[in-house]
């Protein structure tokens, strides 16, 4: 397997604050490319804001700003949320930035020379909202599938010949079983392809949106968003730019390149950005990943029309920033759909992380001071049955997460853990150490140290979804070594070394206070 990850998010349009949904796949990806790394992998995580688009230049006029001046206060929502969440990106990317306008000109231009891009005739519908144009046959009474506005357009526009790839395309799918995950997207869009693929749009007349990339042949033209928006996965690591060709090659032609998006916007990024990328002559990006959507209380996808929106900011001072990643990822099987309550929150979060993680923690730190001065205490010489099949567990689990995060399971993978920390618990009840102190202080040390190795390996494994809390943890243990490779190995807990009492990680939550607040 390639030793290099690039994994991207969408770029969000500038104009909406970050919610629930924005975030839960900005978390996804950060804890993805986390994992990543932890395996030892060179990683590259790519986010960032969508700036052009007709959109955003209706919102800086109601605020009296020039687009430039609103999309630079608008973008730095996303950057001080990410940053409160812990997103660790290694790019946050803006449309607006000048070499990348420079990027997507030459992009135009080269397609333009080889006869992909004409001047044709347009007639349809056009959703802002949406920033995409509607054929009348597949409007709803009238509006959009998801039930925004639309308006009639008759111009003269630029198309790039997307129909010319549609056989290409198919084929390269076809071939290519985890291009697009999960598999139900992957006959989506299968399906969406055997309908005739029409030519794109990919112009706007100054006339009616000034803010966007120029056309570099027809200076009377911008070029459409998504096509200025699609290409910044490219352009951020060098595309069209000298000097940059080395960069651009390791981490677009040999790395395992992952877009993570929602499944609103599927079509644009597995059937625009494949044709777009094959008539420029790269190569297409590994894997396209569509989750799903954070629901509302009505069922409907969580989104600022949608009234209801959770702030993830607020959210996470509530329960925590790193509990808070933990619930959406081991909370929602990447690729469904997924309702959020409060109760569901404090249900999982009370049960997998102050009970079962926060206890064994507790349990054992507190007995190690009672009985063992806080000290790590002596390692069995040799196993019984129980201690063996722990240990076997804890061994095993690293692999199983490793392969399930590969798969794009996350909560699968973190599922493992969970499985573990539970084999740890049910361990110390059978060898209850604080009864057993009492008869054969030896024995229920050995029995703690079994317990609190298991944590160890736990708690390493969790560090790329909880990084502040764990690596709390490690330091209650003294900060043993917590690489992948340190979770493969048991005995790491040296006899002696010293531990320390934590006041609670994970305090238990209260379903009523916080609903209420
Ligand atoms: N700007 C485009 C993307 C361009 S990428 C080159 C865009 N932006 S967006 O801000 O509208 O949406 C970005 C992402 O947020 C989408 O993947 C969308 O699915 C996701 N989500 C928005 N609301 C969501 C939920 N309620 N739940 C989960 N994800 C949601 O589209």
Redesign the pocket.
Known sequence: MSSHYYITT????VN?KPHL??A??TIVADVLNRYHQFFGEKTLFLTGT?EHGQKCEQAAKARNLSPQEHCDDMSQNFIQTWKALNIDYDIFFRTTSPWHKKAVQKALQELYDKGDIYLGEYEGWYCVSEEIFYAEKDLVDGKTPSGKEVQKVKEKNYFFRMSKYQEPLLKHIQEHPHFIQPDFRRNEVLGFLKKPLNDLNISRPKSRLTWGVEIPFDKDYVTYVWFD??L?YVTALGYQQEGKEEHFRTWWYDAQTTHL?????LTTHAVYWPTMLMALGLPLPKTIFA?G??LNKEKG???KSSGDVIAPLHLAEQVGVDPLRYFLVREIHLGNDAPFSYEILVNRLNAELSNNLGNLLSRTTNLIHKFFEGKVPNAPSSLDKASQELKDFALQTPDRLKEDILSMAPSYALNHVVELLNKANQYLEQKAPWKEAKNNLESAGQALYMAIETLRIAASLLSPVMPQKMAQLLEALNNPPSTFSACKQWGLLTPSSPVQKTPPLFPRLDLKVLAEH
């Open positions: 969408p770029l969000y349009y909406d949904g924005t839960y796949c969508d928006a699609l910044n998006l929602g499944k609103d916007i989750t959507w954070i996808k969580m989104s």
